[in-house]
């Protein structure tokens, strides 16, 4: 795995340093595939160009981003970064799936189909998925491409500085509502942990009336309501404090507050809540988020089987985490570097939700 990260006003002087790191990095090899994380400010079609010529016909996927960091470079909100997979062994192939807005299940068989057209008979190692789920269900489409590809599904949701600037990348186009997938084919092997550092406060109540991911009334009151007698009367549900869903055995899922309406008093979250779920507020300080990722770091590095050498290493990372830990978001990838393996290469994104 090599890895190009740079930033520049001008997006040509951009990706050709970008493009530079990786030639010097790849020292002749050929690349199988590559994941390409922008900023949204960039000009996205040239910087697609830009990569499809020097390495023409490669598999690529990607996304724009709230920001984004790796060893080339470091964290960085206004960059560009590739990251590009060698293997005489592992196969690669991307698919893509339109308007996830419509049918965000249908999108994720679409993509997962295409991909898997390329090697057909062969099963699928892993995947990598960076949807637009602006207006779809993300659990919807995370469980179609986990079902369709029958193998794990690392990624996150396609991010930028606002809602409406959000777009994908699939070859040399930058799509918008679309499902973009890597699959990788043969012997690829991942170990992998989840840090999600946000935990419950206050009592447990019941989730009355939901409409998709709109949720109109908790524990007898408008779901604006019950926010505000909880923490206050601000003005926005505060998207640092989301809801905990429970399931069984006390686990839970995160939903986060995207958008109010004083009209209705309803809510709409990341994803949609089931009507009659148990949930309760959650909370996160600077101090719990960057403790839990480095207990999650520690035992992921404690976890390595025997024999098992990493050739790079992924992160995904929260929106929401940058907003809370504000000047010291820099510490999770300082985390990264001083924990992990040295031989590892780290790349994060940044995401919408």
């Not at 490669?58 to 920001?67: D, E, K, N, V």
């Not at 010291?328 to 570097?337: Q, V």
Request: with cysteine.
């Amino acid at each position: 795995v090599v890895i190009g990260q740079a930033e520049c006003v001008e997006t040509e002087c951009a990706a050709a340093d970008m493009l530079r790191q990786c030639r010097d990095r790849l020292a002749g090899a050929v690349p199988g595939a590559g994941l390409l994380f922008s900023a949204s400010g960039f000009d996205l079609e040239m910087a697609l160009g830009m990569v499809w010529e020097a390495f023409p016909g490669l598999p690529l996927a990607g996304c724009t981003t709230a920001g984004t960091f790796s060893t080339a470079l470091g964290p960085s909100r206004d960059s560009i970064c590739l990251m590009l997979f060698v293997s005489d062994t592992v196969r690669f192939a991307v698919g893509l799936g339109q308007d996830a807005a419509t049918d965000g299940a249908r999108a994720a068989r679409e993509a997962a189909q295409m991909a898997q057209a390329a090697h057909p008979g062969v099963p699928a190692a892993m995947a990598f998925a960076f949807p637009d789920v602006k207006d779809a269900a993300p659990g919807e489409v995370v469980a179609a491409l986990s079902e369709a590809l029958g193998c794990p599904v690392f990624g996150g949701f396609a991010g930028g500085e606002g809602r409406d600037d959000v777009r994908q990348f699939f070859g040399r186009m930058a799509c918008s509502g679309a499902v973009p997938v890597l699959v990788l084919f043969g012997p690829a092997q991942a170990v992998f942990r989840v840090s999600n550092s946000w935990r419950p406060v206050g009592r447990r109540v019941r989730v009355d009336a939901v409409s998709g991911k709109k949720v109109l009334r908790i524990d007898g009151k408008t779901a604006l309501e019950f926010y505000r007698d909880t923490l206050g009367p601000h003005g926005l549900p505060a998207s640092e404090m989301p809801l905990a869903v429970f399931e069984d055995e006390g686990r839970f899922a995160i939903r986060g507050p995207l958008e109010y309406d004083e009209s209705d008093g309803s809510i709409v979250f990341s994803d949609a809540v089931p009507e009659g779920a148990q949930v309760r507020i959650t909370e996160a300080s600077r101090e719990v988020l960057l403790e839990d990722v480095a207990r999650s770091l520690t035992d992921l590095a404690a976890s390595l089987p025997p024999g098992f050498v990493p050739d790079g290493a992924l992160a995904f990372s929260c929106s929401t985490r940058r907003y809370i830990l504000g000047l010291r978001a820099r510490e999770e990838f300082d985390l990264m570097r001083r924990i992990l393996p040295l031989s590892l290469i780290h790349i994060s994104q940044g995401i919408v939700r």
